[in-house]
């Protein structure tokens, strides 16, 4: 007998003034609430910790549809991807976050991409897959489907999560 399951997926909203959102599940935020605990200089980029105005916000998140479009992705949300890639019940995240200060005279960041894997029903743990500095810009992320892997990008810079069979790893990739 099939154990229906009483957590519910995270769900996107557009706000009033046109910013799209996500809801993470309880188990999600709690982990996410969690981590930004312990790395109390860290903040979960979205359009508002960005500091993107509405329009702006807008205009990002239009161009950001068009990326996963392209690439025939599922449209999830600019600042986090969730899918199956450490092949457990649960859905994995990824989002990233960026330091509060700046780490030098140009004003860049410390940035993390953080994986929640789930340890039981709705409940998660944190793997800092990838950390790196570059300003305060994130254009997107997306779950690739034929790559297999999260991949995320801002102006001249990308990278990549991706499982690897034991745990969540990354890889950036910076422009000129």
Same mark, same amino acid.
């Given at each position: ?123 998660? !743990? ?8 570059? /300003? $305060?810009? &994130?254009? %997107?992320? =997306? ?11 801002? !102006? ?8 690897? /069979? $034991?745990? &969540?790893? %990354?890889? =950036?990739?910076?422009?000129?």
């Amino acid at each position: 007998m099939a154990i229906a399951s009483s957590v519910k997926a995270q769900q996107t909203e557009t706000t009033p003034d046109g910013r799209h959102i996500v809801r993470f599940t309880p188990g999600q935020q709690a982990a996410i609430d969690q981590f930004l605990r312990t790395h109390p200089n860290m903040l979960q980029a979205n359009s508002t910790t960005l500091g993107l105005a509405p329009e702006a916000c807008t205009e990002s998140y239009n161009e950001w549809h068009q990326i996963v479009d392209g690439t025939k992705a599922v449209p999830q949300s600019p600042y986090a991807a969730w899918g199956n890639y450490s092949h457990h019940a649960t859905p994995d995240l990824v989002t990233p976050f960026f330091s509060k200060t700046s780490v030098n005279n140009w004003g860049w960041r410390r940035w993390e991409i953080v994986a929640f894997e789930p340890t039981g029903l709705d409940r998660f !743990k944190p793997i800092v897959a990838l950390t790196d500095s570059w /300003g $305060v810009c &994130f254009d %997107g992320i =997306l779950n690739h489907p034929i790559r297999k892997r999260v991949e995320f990008w801002c !102006k001249s810079m990308g990278g990549d999560v991706r499982w690897n /069979g $034991v745990t &969540f790893v %990354g890889k =950036l990739a910076k422009g000129d």
